[in-house]
Nanobody, 128 residues
């Protein structure tokens, strides 16, 4: 069992930056894929970014490429999402998640149902 806790969400102005953190505890593994999803009111949850350390690759939602960066510090059992040049359309609840089969897939999956562990979510609001 793995527990994930996000932090760092807040209100920011358009064009600003924010770093989200996700602390993991319990039976963790460096073979897990770490991912970030977001969900705005009335919309489906969508994949934002993911990292598979075993395969050494990352994957991003097209609209955040060049603006967001995902990283993971295995020694600290923490994953991050650095968000730059924020836009109002980035407003959503952001969730961190972990796919325990990442070491088998050797790739980042964008399917929410493939992720086994989830944080409680943190609100990011970008104002104009």
């Amino acid at each position: 069992q793995v527990q994930l806790v996000e932090s760092g969400g807040r209100l920011v102005q358009a064009g600003g930056s924010l770093r989200l953190s996700c602390a993991a505890s319990g039976r963790t593994s460096s073979g897990y894929t770490s991912g970030w999803f977001r969900q705005a009111p009335g919309k489906e949850r969508e994949f934002v970014a993911g990292i598979n350390w075993s395969a050494g690759n990352t994957r991003y939602l097209d609209s955040v490429k060049g603006r967001f960066t995902i990283s993971r510090d295995n020694a600290k059992n923490t994953m991050y999402l650095q968000m730059n040049s924020l836009k109002p359309e980035d407003t959503a609840v952001y969730y961190c998640a972990a796919d325990r089969l990442g070491f088998i897939r050797k790739a980042v999956t964008i399917v929410a149902a493939d992720y086994d562990y989830w944080g409680q979510g943190t609100q990011v609001t970008v104002s104009s």
